[in-house]
């Protein structure tokens, strides 16, 4: 169960954040070219089933928290912690245009 909810937690994170940036683009009026290599991704992000979704998503973990004990709350708070830090590596590395700095085996770069 803990590691579902961990999962949980962690797409819950990029939902919110991805919407939250992107939205905010989109809301300023700025508009996607339509050869825009992520253009179908930013859109995806600034809509409204995109939305729906991520209030759902977090909605699901907000009731697992509040079914689970105070152990499994913790590991959620970690999850949600973690998932945190990695999706403002994920935006800040492309803000400052660098490589992602953890390779697949775990070594930082």
Same mark, same amino acid.
């Given at each position: ?20 940036? %992107? ?7 700025? *508009?996607? +070219?339509?050869?825009?290599? !992520? ?12 939305? *729906? ?10 009731? %697992?928290?509040?079914?689970? *004990? ?6 959620? %708070? ?6 945190? +830090? ?8 492309? !803000?400052?245009? +660098?490589?992602?700095?953890?390779? %697949? ?5």
């Amino acid at each position: 169960v803990c590691v579902r909810v961990c999962v949980r937690e962690s797409v819950c994170v990029c939902e919110q954040v991805g919407k939250h940036i %992107l939205g905010q683009w989109q809301g300023k009026g700025e *508009n996607v +070219r339509d050869s825009h290599p !992520y253009r179908k991704w930013i859109e995806l992000y600034g809509g409204e089933e995109f939305e *729906n979704a991520t209030k759902e998503a977090c909605s699901i973990c907000d009731e %697992l928290a509040a079914k689970a *004990n105070s152990e499994t709350r913790l590991e959620m %708070l970690q999850a949600y912690s973690q998932a945190s +830090r990695f999706e403002w590596m994920f935006w800040d590395s492309a !803000y400052q245009a +660098r490589c992602w700095p953890i390779a %697949l085996d775990g070594t930082i770069a």
